[in-house]
């Protein structure tokens, strides 16, 4: 039986580990990763735009990004937006390409970073949660208005409770990889 409720929650749930995933690409884990950048933006003619859109991002190495500008006058703009961002990159510029060399973490910053996985996680779960609470309360206000009867209600809470539980178990499985890339990186 599915019901507005479940498939409106089973989105938001979708969504939830969709932004995690995506905030968990963009923690650096030792290894060069294009999605770093993504929240890059560069100055280009008066507009900031992000950087995958002036530049190639390419990985020639294990932990070497190299950016190649599509115009060759935009290479200082973009390494100025790489020094002004917060991933603490050193960008080395030779005057045709930007390399940016990913430095290998120490135990300290590796735990560091786990912690912030985890924060990350649980953010994702407590979003997770909130779906569902407002879930379970469209039911019960579908079963106050008698829309569902008591039965149904226990059924769909049921079925809330499980799509809850696989949203949960996706992010768990999303932040233990992400925790792993880190700890052997």
């Known amino acids: 039986m599915t019901n507005k409720a479940i498939t409106k929650a089973k989105e938001n749930m979708s969504k939830s580990v969709d932004v995690l995933s995506r905030e968990l690409a963009n923690i650096r884990a030792g290894k060069a990763n294009a999605s770093i950048l993504s929240n890059v933006k560069v100055m280009y003619y008066g507009t900031e735009v992000p950087l995958n859109q002036v530049a190639s991002i390419n990985i020639p190495e294990a932990r070497v990004l190299m950016?190649?500008?599509?115009?060759?006058?935009?290479?200082?703009?973009?390494?100025?937006?790489?020094?002004?961002?917060?991933l603490g990159l050193n960008p080395a510029n030779d005057g045709t390409v930007i390399r940016l060399v990913i430095p290998q973490l120490t135990g300290e910053?590796?735990?560091?970073?786990?912690?912030?996985?985890?924060?990350?996680?649980?953010s994702g779960r407590i979003a997770v949660r909130n779906v569902r609470r407002e879930a379970m309360d469209d039911l019960k206000k579908?079963?106050?208005?008698?829309?569902?009867?008591?039965d149904e209600l226990r059924a769909l809470e049921k079925d809330v409770q499980k799509v809850t539980d696989d949203a949960i178990a996706q992010m768990d499985k999303l932040a233990a990889d992400k925790e792993k890339e880190i700890t052997e990186g």
């Open 142 to 150: 579908q079963e106050k208005d008698n829309d569902i009867t008591e």
């Open 109 to 122: 910053r590796r735990k560091e970073i786990a912690k912030q996985v985890g924060k990350e996680a649980e």
């Open 67 to 86: 950016i190649t500008p599509y115009d060759k006058s935009s290479l200082d703009d973009i390494e100025h937006a790489i020094n002004s961002s917060d």
